[in-house]
């Protein structure tokens, strides 16, 4: 079955909704995504050089994915999130595809990417689409990852 799945870019009328999805995402792991459990996880959209996108069905916020380019022609993915109802169908593949696409313009080599342990699913993913998983000292220290993130990859372009 086809969606009608929409991939657009973020703006500020979809914090909430991105909001409201982060903490959805969330409750379903013992081990809290956020640095501080306190504070929901905001975009990172609009900083030098960032793009963040989110996918739309039928005006439902259903996922996330942002991307931090980097001087060395490397790129951070960013909060790649499906909603759990949305999970194995085509949603997280569009946004991947969409975050490809804009880093392969913007000539980036290496795409690093970090997640959790208890994530299991997403692992199967990232190496379902060519990422190699990688220690945390690989990963180069100006990337800005996420301080609760234990598993990285990276993919090259």
């Known amino acids: 079955m086809m969606m009608h799945v929409k991939i657009i870019p973020f ?3 979809h914090q909430p909704l991105v ?3 982060l903490h959805k995402i969330n ?3 013992e081990r809290s995504m956020f640095p501080d459990a306190s504070v929901p ?5 609009h900083a030098i050089g960032n793009q963040f996108w989110v996918a739309v069905q039928n005006d439902e916020l259903i996922g996330t994915i942002g991307v931090m380019l980097k001087k060395d022609h490397s790129a951070v993915v960013k909060s790649l999130f499906v909603a759990k109802e949305y999970r194995g169908t085509e949603v997280a593949s569009l946004l991947l595809t969409k975050l490809v696409e804009h880093c392969k313009k913007k000539k980036v080599q290496h795409i690093y ?7 299991k699913a ?3 993913f990232y190496e379902k689409n ?3 998983r990688i220690e ?3 990963v180069p220290l100006d990337l800005g990852m996420n301080p609760v993130d234990d598993v990285f990859y990276r993919l090259d372009l």
Request: aromatic fraction near 6%; glycine fraction near 6%; proline fraction near 0%.
């Open 130 to 132: 060519g990422f190699i």
């Open 136 to 138: 945390e000292t690989d």
């Open 11 to 13: 703006k500020n009328k």
């Open 113 to 119: 990417l970090g997640t959790m342990s208890q994530m």
């Open 27 to 29: 409750a379903e792991f």
């Open 122 to 124: 997403a692992h199967r």
């Open 19 to 21: 909001d409201v999805l």
């Open 41 to 45: 996880m905001k975009t990172v959209a």
